[in-house]
Nanobody, 125 residues
Framework: QVQLVESGGGLVQAGDSPRLSCAAS????????MGWFRQAPGKEREFVAA????????VYADSVKGRFTISRDNAKNTVYLQMNSLKFEDTAVYYC??????????????????WGQGTQVTVSL
């Protein structure tokens, strides 16, 4: 079965720059739009970033634009989310997801077919 496994989360300080990884198995990331979502306690799951199947186009939520960067390494079948200048409000569980729809600009979570289990990112002041 398809697996997306996130890693790289944990307790970090405001201003830190951790990188999340999403390793895929039984799924070739270059065949999918890959995205990152996050969910904070008591809030709905929200879109963070996505990268097209070719890697040529990226889309970001306004709240992270200029601070986060999504990328992919097709040779490693892995997607990354570089997070810079973290803020307290970035605290959430971060999920990796894959969409077969190939519409990178569609940020709705229900357009994604496969999901990872999530990794917690907690930003301390």
């Amino acid at each position: 079965q398809v697996q997306l496994v996130e890693s790289g989360g944990g307790l970090v300080q405001a201003g830190d720059s951790p990188r999340l990884s999403c390793a895929a198995s039984r799924l070739t990331v270059s065949d999918y739009v890959m995205g990152w979502f996050r969910q904070a306690p008591g809030k709905e799951r929200e879109f963070v970033a996505a990268i097209s199947w070719s890697g040529g186009r990226t889309v970001y939520a306004d709240s992270v634009k200029g601070r986060f960067t999504i990328s992919r390494d097709n040779a490693k079948n892995t997607v990354y989310l570089q997070m810079n200048s973290l803020k307290f409000e970035d605290t959430a569980v971060y999920y990796c997801a894959a969409s077969s729809a190939r519409i990178v600009g569609d940020t709705r979570w229900n357009r994604y077919d496969y999901w990872g289990q999530g990794t917690q990112v907690t930003v301390s002041l």
